[in-house]
């Protein structure tokens, strides 16, 4: 899953999609943290979500570090979901997320699943244009109020693959 020069945005080198390894486990908590530093996930969830599904967590890097992730779960009933996807704040709108998100999405095609679901912080216009570009569909209920606990509120989205 390596990426060519030709496929490289600015200030990227030798870019490469990987699937995570229990070794990048400390890695990806860090990334985590600058890519939500106001609610990261904890660690002992990051630990699960590498223990459960090791073939749906990849990775962005370049030849100095981690520079992205996407955390997707296999299919269940032809059904998969995208439960995170982080870029280091610096590298942001340089297309790490949709080449994560495409490459995601051929594997979660290859594995069986035929719909994919996320969710969405209703104000991150940035991901739902990504997410509408590569053809998620809003909920047309809109956002669900409380979806992750009190102001929590999340905009669920669709794609059949």
Known sequence: MSQGPGDQGPGERNLRIRTATDADLPHIVRLDEQAFPTDPYPFFVVRQLLTAFPDFLLLVEDDEDLRGYVFSTPPRAAESWVLSLGIVPDLRGHGLGRKLMVETLMKLRAEGAR??????????????????????????DGPCPDYFGPGEDRLLMTLAL
């Open 115 to 140: 719909t994919v679901r996320l969710s969405v912080e209703p104000r991150n216009t940035p991901a739902i244009t990504l997410y509408e570009d590569l053809g998620f569909v809003p909920d047309p």
